[in-house]
């Protein structure tokens, strides 16, 4: 095999110093500028090289068009090692383009993330991770450079990746598929100990419990569990294939996180701060991303001048603490509705931070692409259902957490209460004189299913909202488990912009809730047509499949294609396209 090979002179490899900001570390990129690198001799490459110690495959993140990070991890027992690399526009790596080699050690957990810039627009390329005294090389990993100009750009969304939840099909499918980039909205790992969160009756039949079986909450928790889902092979052919661009939700940390706290983060577990920083210093291992300010993981990409890809932080720079409903009912199970209601549209609530909105305000003012795309993690539409529904839920939902199950008496409560109150809205839309005052109130009395949602943000919201006319803003989402798409309307009621929210990889959704088990069952059907009903820009709900969303971008269109896995308990599943709608803004 010929490879290209420069002058072997020394040259020197800049690596970056760690990142900081109120104590969040981001571990470094190695920055690769084309002047820097040195072509590895051939001749120092063994003859017969092993697939073995680069145990976590290898992966690739925030291509542009003229760069792209390559990662990988190292299983080795010493204090640190050399990591040789090379891209190349072939597979047998004829004509390498560039390459390198860093030294990784245990403070970055062995990881290696080489952020390699100057590279030509519009190319397919192939990378690879060598370690020569062990003669030892890594799967090749396949990437792209986004070109300059583009009349089509496929997208792959997905988000909340449960390992007790079930097999990472989803993943698998999008290897396989014909898109250029895979988006992950957050989730990428779950930081529940065994038996809690997502385990079911397959987790141990599929040797899917989680490592450490802990609760993460060190460091070296974190790592460990990143570790063990690097070793997944559906996760790993994702990476090995697709470039992605990612974001951290709140599992990441722990759950329901916002900016000095969590749901799922008690004082008997230390200070907050500690373990976020901790866990984003594991995450930025395991996931980079491009970054030049020190303060930021929000970012964006423009991707052939069709695409203004702008990826946020809903959770940890700048998130205030979610409103509960817990907190406004009084001493007599009353609802206090005037502070709720005060404390919803207070005009200082935020879930981006004032730094990061300017940011995102500026960059729409000034973008001058065909779509503007926000990958964020949670739904930013209305979803303002009747406010006995909710409560019905809650109760539904109380009975299974303190049975493990659902009663056939409570699942028939709370049928016949959505029956009515669909019945109500439907009437309400024929117009039917014969409504009763006090009918049109059942319905029209609504509150957010969802208040870690933007729902709970509404003031901000609707600042964005205003943002997006005269733009053709396409919203992405994740977090629910469900899939979604709404319509986007301002306060006057004009539509802005469109959602599509994806489904998870494995987390369960509604049909869990509703004690259904998997599938689309009648039951699901029903509950689905029912909240189609009753939230207003609601175009699409499937509240039982895992999957994602495949986006075509085109400059006059894009369209969605909701893409639904029929099993995460074996090997042998079916693609499912349930569902396509199309969006001209």
Known sequence: MKKKVSSISRRKFIYNSVLATG??????????????????????????????????????????????????RYTTDLSSVVISWQVATDANFENIVRSGEVTTD?????TVAVEVQELTADQKLYYRFIQIDDATVSVTGETITFPENASNVSIAICSCSNYPAGLFNVYESMANSEVDVILHLGDYIYEYGENEYGTNENTSALGRTHNPTNEIISLDDYRTRYKQYRTDEKLQLAHQKKP??????????????????AENHQSSEGDFTTRKNVAIQAYSEYVPVTTSDNEKIYRNFNIGNLVNLLMLDTRVIGRDKQLSYADYFTSDGSFDFVSFQTDITDTNRTILGDTQRNWLLEELNNSSTNWNVLGQQVIMGRMLIPMELLLGLNELFAVIAATGSITEEAFTNFNTLMTELVTIKLR????????TQEEILRVETVAPYNLDAWDGYAAERELLLNAFEGKKVVCLAGDTHNAWANN????????????????????PGFETYLGLGEGGSAVIAGFEQAINVLIDDLQFLNASQRGYVKLNFSTTDVLADYVFIDNITSDSYTEISAHQISYTG
């Open 23 to 72: 104590g969040v570390m981001l571990a470094s990129n190695f920055i690769s500028c084309s002047s820097d690198d040195d072509f590895v001799d051939e001749k120092s490459i063994p003859e017969n090289l092993e697939n073995s110690n680069f145990n976590h495959g290898v992966a690739s993140f925030d291509p542009t068009s003229s760069q792209v990070i390559i990662w990988t």
């Open 244 to 261: 992605f661009i990612c974001v951290w939700d709140d599992h990441e940390i722990a759950n329901d996180t916002y900016i000095d706290g």
């Open 106 to 110: 245990s403070s970055r957990d062995y």
């Open 488 to 507: 986007l309307r301002n306060n006057e009621g004009e539509q802005v912009a469109v959602e599509f929210a994806t489904s998870s990889v494995t987390s």
């Open 428 to 435: 309400i839309n024929a117009q039917d004189p014969s409504l």
